[in-house]
């Protein structure tokens, strides 16, 4: 079996998150938990900070938005109409 040289998004993803916009679109983004793809470590941190970019940027259009760990499945932020209503982390 070949040794991967690069991460792989989901496979390599510690996060997931999912948007529903006002306009009726649904879609899900995956954490990039890495500073660069030949990164030798991953950092649950920097894939959040990156997700909380995301919704700085989602929040005038997005009707809801909740993130989850992808290893248990438990969500870990909701959000709706910009406000956080629930953190886990």
Known sequence: MAVRKKWAIP??????M???????N?????SL???TSHSHSK???IGL???????TEFSPRAK??????????RMIAHY???QMLITLY
């Open 26 to 30: 649904i879609k899900t983004f995956y």
């Open 11 to 16: 496979m390599d993803s510690y996060s997931k």
């Open 64 to 73: 809801k938005i909740k993130i989850y760990d992808l290893a248990s499945g």
């Open 33 to 35: 938990d890495w500073a």
């Open 18 to 24: 999912i948007v529903w916009f006002l306009d009726g």
């Open 49 to 55: 900070q990156r997700f909380h970019n995301k919704i």
């Open 80 to 82: 709706e109409s910009g």
């Open 43 to 45: 950092e649950r941190a």
